[in-house]
């Protein structure tokens, strides 16, 4: 794909056309489409930019860099050429940098070559750091799919997102005003009934949902669960505790240990006479001659750390009807995303 060249006979402009221009066509960008190539564009800057010490005897800087490349017609990222017959040097880095950095051009990446090698920089990290990636020209063949993966326009499209920025009110220190839940569990270690010690090893899986606020302030946490067995999550379902929300008045999540912030849910439910319902002392399924009313109340009480919040869960079912009351105590983790 990429024919072999005698690169002692060539030189910069050869670099262009040689090298740069099958890349640029390779990796699927031309000019005047959606992944546009923009040639040779000139930039002006102010008096003082990299390297300058003095505002007013330094004059006007002008620039212009050789590739700009469009994703998208969104991420932008520069290649420069430069002859092959001397290495690329500290000047020629910081020249390409202030190219992508400038604001009329704002790249993602840098890209020098000399066609015997290629290097790509991180905009974002600075001209002073080693690059992201670097190949030389006799491992274009056989790596082109890197390439692709790094500077193909879908893969700079999926690697700089369009960002809009969060206008809301921070769930916590580094959140967003919205989070979803990307996964998490709560592990029972202690149930008040005496003869089933199975509960207390009881694992719930957290599968997703997500954390808000609601029209008055208040955090509210969505959780969506799975049991660890069939009968299990029949039981969670039945108690609505499958999908469920849990509300937090506090107006942030705490990070301090000695304030932890609660998140609660309760809900009564009322079983008709006659419906079959989970005997959680038998594990088997039981009809009653009349109504029976339970009552849940769960509580996670924990802090913030990064993204994961953790902490002690407590679950509390009261079975008014034949009074019987069921503690969980346990602990969970739910991480965010």
């Given at each position: ?9 060539l ?6 056309e ?13 000019s005047?489409?959606e ?5 040779e ?12 010490k003095?505002a007013?005897?330094?004059p006007?800087?002008?620039g212009k860099?050789?590739?700009?490349l469009?994703a998208?017609?969104k991420?932008?990222w ?7 017959t ?7 880095i910081?020249?390409?940098y ?6 009329e ?15 790509v920089?991180?905009?974002n ?9 670097t190949l ?5 063949n ?30 916590g220190?580094?959140l967003?005003?919205l ?8 592990q ?5 009934l ?16 997500a ?7 208040r ?7 799975m ?10 379902e039945?108690?609505?505790m ?16 000695s304030?932890?912030?609660?998140f ?7 079983f ?6 989970t ?5 088997e ?11 849940i109340d769960?509580?996670a009480?924990g802090?913030l ?6 902490g002690k869960?407590?679950n509390h079912?009261?079975?008014?009807d ?7 105590e346990?602990?969970?983790k739910?991480?965010?995303?």
């Open positions: 794909m990429f024919e072999p060249l005698n690169f002692e006979s030189n910069e402009t050869d670099i262009r040689e090298v740069i221009a099958p890349l640029i066509r390779f990796l699927g960008y031309r005047s489409t992944h546009d190539v923009i040639r564009q000139s930039l002006r800057y102010p008096r003082i930019f990299l390297g300058r003095d007013k005897k330094d006007i800087l002008r860099a050789d590739y700009i469009e998208g017609r991420v932008r520069v290649i420069e050429a430069k002859p092959p001397q290495p690329i040097g500290r000047d020629d910081e020249q390409a202030t190219y992508a950095n400038h604001p051009v704002r790249a993602v990446y840098f890209v020098l070559s000399n066609g015997r090698t290629l290097h920089y991180q905009t990290r600075g001209p002073h750091v080693e690059p992201i990636f030389s020209y006799e491992e274009f056989g790596k082109e799919q890197q390439l692709l993966n790094l500077l193909g326009p879908q893969a700079v499209l999926r690697d700089h997102p369009e960002v809009h920025p969060d206008l809301g009110i921070p769930l220190p580094g967003r005003s989070e979803r839940i990307a996964n998490g569990s709560i029972y270690t202690r149930c008040s005496p003869n089933v010690p199975a509960l207390k090893e009881l694992q719930v899986t957290i599968i997703g949902g954390v808000e606020r609601d029209e008055s302030g955090i509210i946490a969505f959780l969506k669960t049991g660890p067995s069939r009968s299990m999550q029949e039981m969670s039945r108690l609505g499958n999908e469920f929300e849990m509300i937090c008045e506090d107006d942030i999540i705490s990070i301090d240990r304030k932890p912030s609660i609660r849910y309760q809900r009564t439910m009322v008709p006479a006659g419906e079959p319902i005997d959680i002392n038998t594990w399924q039981r009809t009653f001659p009349f109504n029976l009313t339970v009552s769960a509580q009480i802090i750390e990064g993204h994961l919040f953790t869960f407590l079912a009261t079975y008014k034949v009074n019987l009351q069921v503690l969980f346990g602990e969970f739910i991480f965010l995303a």
